[in-house]
């Protein structure tokens, strides 16, 4: 196993991320289970820092971009330009095409420019002028939205919520700057290591356990909306990937408990008879997992 590079990584991004080693582990358990990344969170607390130590540490090229209201789809995917030399149109790269994006205030945006990102997390690749063009590999995407009702604001829909694997919720201690950081690790090695993620073992029980836990968000009495089955596919993504920081090639049910909440946060919505007793998200989940009994291992 490729762990130790795993660990490598972590170790030297919190060289620049400090105070803040679990959302570290977090973002490094979706990066192995080649998924998205959001952090929700006011401007100016890190963010930033986050995603550019990891794309240093992980050798990965990297671009950001700053939503705003007139940032359009072209901008993200690319677009063709005609060059009088040649007289045929040429590509210009978007923003997508590199290994890590950081889509700063992601909710600040036009819902058109949204889809066009989703479309790219979701397909892993861009169409221009009916040429489709294949991402580089790892591809990331690390976002950032503001808090709902911040001003120039625009909810995400609940369909592009749910192609981000996990969602970090805010934390305001601040970070270190990123210079210290050095590559431990070239991308072959972090593509490796997803292939490795891949084939860790879990057991009829585990998932059971899940499909459970998934079943409960879609009945219980406060949420209007639950867990897709698309959240399903990330939950057992990312306890593999919990599994293998752990040094382990099967999961288990603690690897669960891990990355319940963050995978599974802003994949549910309150009904009205929840926010009018203040109920919150955290709660609900933090309820659905303690009324379901992991299981345990059998005794010969």
């Given at each position: 196993?490729?762990?130790?590079?795993?660990?490598?990584?972590?170790?030297?991004?919190?060289?620049?991320?400090?105070?803040?080693?679990?959302?570290?582990?977090?973002?490094?358990?979706?990066?192995?289970?080649?998924?998205?990344?959001?952090?929700?969170?006011?401007?100016?607390?890190?963010?930033?820092?986050?995603?550019?130590?990891?794309?240093?540490?992980?050798?990965?090229?990297?671009?950001?971009?700053?939503?705003?209201?007139?940032?359009?789809?072209?901008?993200?995917?690319?677009?063709?330009?005609?060059?009088?030399?040649?007289?045929?149109?040429?590509?210009?790269?978007?923003?997508?095409?590199?290994?890590?994006?950081?889509?700063?205030?992601?909710?600040?945006?036009?819902?058109?420019?949204?889809?066009?990102?989703?479309?790219?997390?979701?397909?892993?690749?861009?169409?221009?002028?009916?040429?489709?063009?294949?991402?580089?590999?790892?591809?990331?995407?690390?976002?950032?939205?503001?808090?709902?009702?911040?001003?120039?604001?625009?909810?995400?829909?609940?369909?592009?919520?749910?192609?981000?694997?996990?969602?970090?919720?805010?934390?305001?201690?601040?970070?270190?700057?990123?210079?210290?950081?050095?590559?431990?690790?070239?991308?072959?090695?972090?593509?490796?290591?997803?292939?490795?993620?891949?084939?860790?073992?879990?057991?009829?029980?585990?998932?059971?356990?899940?499909?459970?836990?998934?079943?409960?968000?879609?009945?219980?009495?406060?949420?209007?909306?639950?867990?897709?089955?698309?959240?399903?596919?990330?939950?057992?993504?990312?306890?593999?990937?919990?599994?293998?920081?752990?040094?382990?090639?099967?999961?288990?049910?603690?690897?669960v408990e891990k990355v319940f909440l963050a995978v599974n946060h802003h994949r549910i919505r309150l009904n009205s008879k929840a926010r009018a007793n203040h109920v919150t998200a955290e709660g609900v989940l933090e309820e659905i997992f303690a009324g379901v009994a992991k299981p345990s291992?059998?005794?010969?």
């Open positions: 196993m490729y762990l130790v590079n795993a660990l490598n990584v972590i170790d030297e991004v919190k060289k620049a991320v400090i105070g803040k080693d679990s959302c570290v582990e977090m973002v490094m358990m979706a990066i192995l289970a080649r998924g998205h990344i959001l952090i929700e969170d006011i401007p100016g607390v890190g963010k930033t820092t986050m995603a550019l130590a990891f794309s240093r540490a992980c050798a990965m090229s990297q671009n950001r971009v700053q939503f705003t209201p007139d940032v359009l789809p072209a901008d993200i995917t690319g677009f063709s330009i005609y060059r009088k030399d040649t007289g045929k149109f040429e590509y210009q790269p978007g923003a997508v095409m590199c290994n890590l994006l950081l889509a700063d205030e992601i909710n600040r945006t036009s819902p058109k420019t949204q889809s066009a990102l989703l479309e790219v997390m979701e397909e892993g690749n861009v169409t221009v002028d009916g040429i489709t063009r294949e991402v580089p590999k790892p591809f990331i995407v690390m976002a950032t939205q503001n808090p709902i009702g911040s001003s120039g604001t625009q909810m995400l829909p609940e369909s592009q919520l749910d192609r981000f694997m996990i969602a970090i919720l805010k934390d305001h201690r601040s970070g270190s700057p990123v210079d210290r950081i050095s590559p431990v690790i070239q991308m072959n090695d972090l593509l490796t290591m997803q292939e490795e993620v891949d084939k860790i073992f879990i057991h009829d029980v585990i998932y059971n356990y899940i499909a459970e836990l998934i079943a409960r968000t879609r009945q219980h009495p406060m949420l209007e909306l639950g867990v897709s089955p698309r959240g399903t596919i990330a939950l057992a993504g990312m306890i593999k990937a919990a599994a293998y920081l752990a040094g382990r090639n099967y999961v288990v049910p603690n690897d291992p059998k005794k010969n």
